[in-house]
């Protein structure tokens, strides 16, 4: 079946870190890396800015209650899913995998692919924009506090919430905001091309992983990491995905909400986001742990594509179905 396709992304991600593994950055390489995929994060969350538009934005801003839940699912419901996670602690496996599953828990939903999986769906696409990057930048904030707040962290230096927030916004809100004001002026061109958002996307966070997997090989990664560890964060992910899910589905009943609005709080609500996990992960967390920690959320990343394509294409299929019954009772009468 087409959704237990690997994602191309996901093999991207597999080979990265297969080069990072063999091939690790040593030495004056890893000053290099470091300020090319800042660079390479900066250009990305500009691009996202240029993108957004603010019209769809307002559009899909009025309907409260269901923003108001996307937000509780994505900052409340999930942190205690990973808090619940590590305190039954099924298996053994070191600390930093759990530290991962939470971490993975805290971060805000994905954007791209809940608006394509929305619109696919036949979901509210202008409510998914407006939910999706509430989120994006809402997590700016929330994340690294709940990481403070959830964890006990410490930076190779010394820091503190506040400090890292910071460091977050100077690195993605301020080039999301410069992009999203020069929206005028470039906004034709982004319009135009738009795969190449894609590209800085895949090419930025393909960048930081090779970083973060080069300085987690010099520790030892893969002495303290094997494929029954691998299995554990796979089982992990689908577990707390199908939960997520199983309770926004449930939520949205119990709120009335239309068929449109259920799809969008199952996308907005039960995804979570790569593209601000990784780079976050480098600010929060120390080099050393980087690799290991963003495993849970690289597995689960590929894990919700397949899941959520698979929703998608059953909401596509009913909704196909039920326009044809519509067609069939209109030529009836």
Not at 172 to 194: A, N
Not at 199 to 227: C, M, P
Not at 249 to 268: K, M, N, P, W
Not at 295 to 302: C, G, N, T
């Amino acid at each position: 079946m087409g959704f237990l396709r690997l994602d191309p992304m996901m093999v991207k991600l597999i080979i990265t870190v297969l080069l990072a593994s063999f091939i690790p950055a040593k030495g004056g390489f890893v000053d290099f890396f470091e300020y090319l995929t800042t660079a390479a994060i900066a250009l990305l969350f500009f691009m996202h800015g240029a993108k957004l538009s603010r019209e769809k934005i307002i559009a899909g801003s009025s309907h409260w209650r269901l923003h108001l839940w996307i937000m509780c699912s994505t900052f409340v419901v999930f942190p205690i899913l990973g808090l619940l996670l590590v305190w039954w602690h099924p298996v053994n496996v070191g600390p930093e995998i759990y530290t991962g599953f939470i971490y993975l828990c805290i971060l805000p939903a994905t954007v791209q692919s809940a608006i394509a999986f929305t619109s696919m769906a036949g979901g509210n696409v202008a409510a998914a924009v407006c939910a999706a990057s509430a989120s994006s930048l809402l997590g700016v904030f929330i994340s690294p506090l709940l990481v403070n707040l959830v964890m006990n962290v410490h930076s190779d230096a010394p820091s503190n919430g506040l400090e890292q927030i910071g460091k977050i916004m100077l690195q993605l809100l301020v080039p999301f905001v410069i992009g999203h004001m020069s929206r005028r002026w470039i906004g034709g061109w982004v319009e135009k091309h738009r795969s190449l958002i894609g590209k800085t996307d895949q090419t930025s966070i393909l960048l930081v992983v090779y970083s973060a997997f080069s300085e987690a090989v010099v520790n030892g990664i893969w002495h303290r990491v094997g494929v029954d560890t691998l299995l554990w964060i796979l089982a992990g992910s689908v577990l707390i995905l199908f939960v997520a899910l199983a309770i926004n589905l449930g939520a949205s009943r119990l709120f009335g909400f239309s068929r449109a609005d259920e799809i969008v709080v199952l996308f907005c609500g039960s995804k979570k986001s790569l593209a601000n996990g990784v780079p976050m992960a480098n600010i929060l967390f120390p080099a050393s742990s980087v690799g290991i920690i963003v495993l849970p959320l690289m597995i689960f990343h590929q894990v919700q594509l397949m899941v959520c394509s698979f929703i998608a294409q059953r909401y596509k299929a009913g909704n196909e179905k039920r326009l044809a019954q519509q067609q069939v009772e209109v030529q009836k009468s």
